[in-house]
């Protein structure tokens, strides 16, 4: 790990040291004593079903578009993503390039496909999440929270923009093409040299990996079946989540309610989203903490809760996802990485090969 990102960590440490010490340290102490464990197991348990959902969401749009891939390989893949999302700025970004690298090499597929496969994965899960942002607004507004009300709003049109931005990015060819060369241009300035030696991967990028990842992506669109099931698992992967939150609270003998938890997770999914630190570490703890207290949820029980349940959901699958990565070695020392082979272009070579007649 560099110097950087190593400070980082420091900092999100010091940043949770300092809301322990705010809360109170010793009531805090309490309170883990007095826990029910078997509520804190269930809802660890409720995680790995958490993805589970998700890895078959992922399964479920590989399929539509022809690839096969084993569950214990896109779970392996999740976990590298998540120990990359995990250890870099933002909540989901250069995780999810490294789990189609992963998958890619371990199936022996194409990029685009996997790309377009994960791009469908992310935007249809913005169902769900359009419904709780919907949901987490009117209960803000009911109980008359008028700043709370109007954060909210503000985030929710940051969400849709946001969104509405990598959509139109995603299904515009062209705009796709000018976001590869403004990507290479600004690593031009970082690392010339680089650049320059990896600028025939970006030329295959813009030539073949993108119009055969906006076909895919097209494809995904109209299989009516994939895109279905991928929703539904995604409504799962949300509940789920709820679930998990809400059992943490049991645990430490704090029930709240449903839609509470939903508020906290519309806020800090987008807040994770543009977070300078890696996967938000520290910034997600104390935002969390803020909510559930401008929500009325006690402050010890507020930190405490939101401690545990990121020692679910960031801290223990970071831990999980370096062992996972540290285990992946797809090249030999010195090999030149290359692109998985493209399957449409081997599936045609196969049918032109002419058959040798039997004597």
Same mark, same amino acid.
């Given at each position: 790990?560099? /110097?950087?990102?190593?400070?980082?960590?420091?900092?999100?440490?010091?940043?949770?040291?300092?809301?322990?010490? +705010?809360?109170?340290?010793?009531?805090? @102490?309490?309170?883990?004593? %007095?826990?029910?464990?078997?509520?804190? =197991?269930?809802?660890?348990?409720?995680?790995?079903? &958490?993805?589970?959902?998700?890895?078959?969401?992922?399964?479920?749009?590989?399929?539509?578009?022809? $690839?096969?891939? #084993?569950?214990?390989?896109?779970? /392996?893949?999740?976990?590298?993503?998540?120990?990359? %999302? %995990?250890?870099?700025?933002?909540?989901?970004?250069?995780?999810?390039? $490294?789990?189609?690298?992963? =998958?890619?090499?371990?199936? /022996?597929?194409?990029?685009?496909?996997?790309?377009?496969?994960?791009?469908?994965?992310?935007?249809?899960?913005?169902?769900?999440?359009?419904?709780?942002?919907?949901?987490?607004?009117?209960?803000?507004? %009911?109980?008359?929270?008028?700043?709370? *009300?109007?954060?909210?709003?503000? =985030?929710?049109?940051?969400?849709?923009?946001?969104? @509405?931005?990598?959509?139109?990015?995603?299904?515009?060819?062209?705009?796709?093409?000018?976001?590869?060369? +403004?990507?290479?241009?600004?690593?031009?300035?970082?690392?010339?040299?680089?650049? !320059?030696?990896?600028?025939?991967?970006?030329?295959? $990028?813009?030539?073949? *990996?993108?119009?055969?990842?906006? !076909?895919?992506? /097209?494809?995904?669109?109209? #299989?009516?079946?994939?895109?279905?099931? @991928?929703? =539904?698992?995604?409504?799962?992967?949300?509940?789920?989540?709820?679930?998990?939150?809400?059992?943490?609270?049991?645990?430490?003998?704090?029930?709240?309610?449903?839609?509470?938890?939903?508020?906290?997770?519309?806020?800090?999914?987008?807040?994770?989203?543009?977070? $300078?630190?890696?996967?938000?570490?520290?910034?997600?703890?104390?935002?969390?903490? @803020?909510?559930?207290?401008?929500?009325?949820?006690?402050?010890?029980? #507020?930190?405490?809760?939101?401690?545990?349940?990121?020692?679910?959901?960031?801290?223990?699958?970071?831990?999980?996802?370096?062992?996972? &990565?540290?285990?992946?070695?797809?090249? !030999?020392?010195? !090999?030149?990485?290359?692109?998985?082979?493209?399957?449409?272009?081997?599936?045609?070579?196969?049918?032109?090969?002419?058959?040798?007649?039997?004597?």
């Amino acid at each position: 790990m560099d /110097k950087k990102r190593a400070a980082f960590f420091i900092g999100a440490l010091i940043v949770i040291g300092a809301l322990i010490n +705010w809360a109170g340290a010793q009531g805090i @102490a309490d309170i883990l004593r %007095n826990s029910d464990i078997e509520y804190f =197991l269930l809802a660890l348990l409720v995680y790995l079903v &958490t993805l589970l959902a998700e890895a078959l969401r992922w399964r479920v749009l590989l399929k539509g578009l022809g $690839i096969h891939a #084993s569950l214990g390989t896109v779970f /392996k893949a999740i976990f590298v993503g998540m120990f990359f %999302n %995990n250890i870099s700025p933002g909540a989901k970004g250069l995780g999810e390039f $490294i789990r189609v690298y992963y =998958l890619a090499k371990e199936v /022996k597929e194409p990029y685009g496909p996997m790309t377009a496969s994960v791009m469908m994965d992310r935007i249809l899960d913005l169902v769900p999440i359009g419904v709780m942002m919907v949901l987490a607004t009117l209960y803000v507004y %009911n109980l008359g929270e008028t700043a709370l *009300t109007v954060l909210i709003i503000i =985030l929710d049109v940051i969400m849709i923009g946001f969104s @509405a931005l990598v959509i139109g990015l995603l299904m515009s060819e062209k705009r796709t093409h000018s976001a590869v060369w +403004w990507i290479y241009r600004r690593y031009h300035r970082i690392s010339t040299k680089g650049a !320059e030696k990896r600028l025939e991967g970006f030329r295959k $990028i813009d030539e073949v *990996t993108i119009p055969r990842f906006q !076909e895919d992506f /097209k494809v995904l669109t109209r #299989s009516k079946s994939s895109t279905f099931m @991928a929703v =539904l698992y995604s409504f799962v992967y949300w509940a789920l989540t709820i679930v998990r939150y809400y059992l943490i609270f049991l645990a430490i003998r704090h029930p709240i309610t449903p839609m509470a938890i939903t508020v906290v997770l519309v806020v800090s999914m987008v807040v994770g989203m543009f977070a $300078i630190v890696p996967g938000g570490a520290g910034i997600i703890e104390a935002v969390n903490t @803020a909510v559930f207290i401008a929500l009325g949820i006690d402050p010890q029980y #507020s930190v405490t809760g939101v401690l545990l349940e990121r020692l679910i959901s960031y801290w223990g699958p970071t831990v999980v996802g370096s062992f996972v &990565t540290a285990g992946f070695k797809p090249e !030999e020392e010195g !090999e030149i990485p290359l692109s998985a082979p493209d399957r449409r272009v081997l599936d045609e070579t196969v049918e032109k090969t002419p058959q040798s007649e039997e004597p």
